[in-house]
């Protein structure tokens, strides 16, 4: 089983910056494509930020410029800088990979969540 554990949430003021961290533990697995997703208060859960195996990243158009995606590959570690918070980046941030185990095993996992507060 491979699990996914998001950390670095929490309450900052605007303008402010904070990084989210997303470490994969297992056995046997490589990370394909992972993101950052978040879901505030009524809302649905939206991308935030993705990045291919290659390094490609994609952000939405909210926080281009503001937001920062990457990964290590040495330790499996997934990371979300977050810089210029606005209070409306409020919501509780989630990870994602795409992880394949086997060539026929190759599925979706999803972190716990992390909330993020930005008081205005």
């Known amino acids: 089983q491979v699990q996914l554990v998001e950390s670095g949430g929490g309450l900052v003021q605007a303008g402010e910056s904070l990084r989210l961290s997303c470490a994969a533990s297992g056995s046997a697995f490589s990370i394909l494509t992972s993101g950052w997703y978040r879901q505030a208060p009524g809302k649905q859960r939206e991308l935030v930020a993705s990045i291919s195996s290659v390094g490609t990243t994609v952000y939405a158009d909210d926080v281009k410029g503001r937001f920062t995606c990457s990964r290590d590959g040495t330790k499996n570690t997934m990371y979300l800088q977050m810089d210029s918070l606005k209070s409306e980046d409020t919501a509780v941030y989630y990870c994602?990979?795409?992880?394949?185990?086997?060539?026929?095993?190759?599925?979706?996992?999803w972190g716990q969540g992390t909330q993020v507060t930005v008081s205005s």
């Open positions: 994602s990979a795409t992880i394949r185990r086997s060539p026929l095993s190759i599925k979706d996992y």
